[in-house]
């Protein structure tokens, strides 16, 4: 019962520096989302992709990109790494079109990232 | 656009003790309603949600939470809180029928739990 995957789970990175965060899910979803989590901030989204081949802006986008690889992974690119993007990382994916929120989200376990 | 509100930023309950979590939002018409929680280190969890019809929706772990329109509210309860429930309580809401919306999630509420 893996549900969402997410690698690595900790990171540590200098400014500048670039890295791909990875998310694969085995529930057959078409949707899916990554948020980042900051001290009383809640989750914000940064990006999600509706289906397999489209992806959109969420509430914090500037300074990542993703792609959404086929149905099963969705990517989350730092091409610039800064310390404000030190955060907790998380993926999910729900059923069914986003469009229709009516569908739970489920999350992976989250990826710890610093950047010094 | 849609929004919510979580009053409490952390809440701390006697161990056997009834337990309410406040949650309010902002929509036009009725939203999607959901609970997770979040142990420390860990991706959410969803406890219940709410689409329509009964208000009051009964969820995993003995959580329960009720729909009131009225007060755009959408309270989650527990009648005896375990110790083990301590953790991190979010409510989000999504709107339906909304191109491109994903869920927008209240900032939290930390629940402690004492003996």
């Known amino acids: 019962n893996a549900g969402v995957t997410q690698t690595p789970k900790f990171q540590v990175l200098k400014t500048g520096q670039s890295m791909t965060l990875q998310c694969a899910q085995d529930?057959?979803?078409?949707?899916m989302y990554w948020y980042r989590q900051d001290p009383g901030m809640g989750l914000r989204l940064i990006y999600y992709s509706a289906s397999e081949g489209t992806t959109d802006k969420g509430e914090v986008p500037n300074g990542y990109n993703v792609s959404r690889l086929n149905k099963r992974e969705f990517s989350l690119r730092l091409e610039s790494a800064a310390p404000s993007q030190t955060s907790v990382y998380f993926c999910a994916s729900s059923d069914g079109d986003s469009r229709v929120s009516n569908q739970p989200q489920h999350f992976g376990d989250g990826t710890r990232l610093s950047i010094l | 656009a849609q929004s919510v509100t979580q009053p409490d930023i952390h809440i701390t309950v006697s161990e056997g003790a009834s337990l309410e979590l406040r949650c309010n939002y902002s929509y036009g018409a009725t939203p999607y309603l959901f609970w997770y929680v979040q142990s420390p280190g860990q991706g959410l969890q969803l406890l219940l949600k709410y689409f329509s019809g009964d208000t009051l929706v009964q969820g995993i772990k003995g959580f329960e939470a009720e729909f009131k329109r009225s007060q755009s509210s959408f309270n989650l309860r527990k009648p005896s809180v375990h110790w083990s429930d301590a953790a991190e309580y979010f409510c989000a809401v999504g709107a339906p029928g909304q191109a491109g919306t994903a869920l927008i999630f209240g900032k939290g509420t930390t629940l402690s739990v004492s003996s």
């Open positions: 529930m057959n979803h078409n949707s």
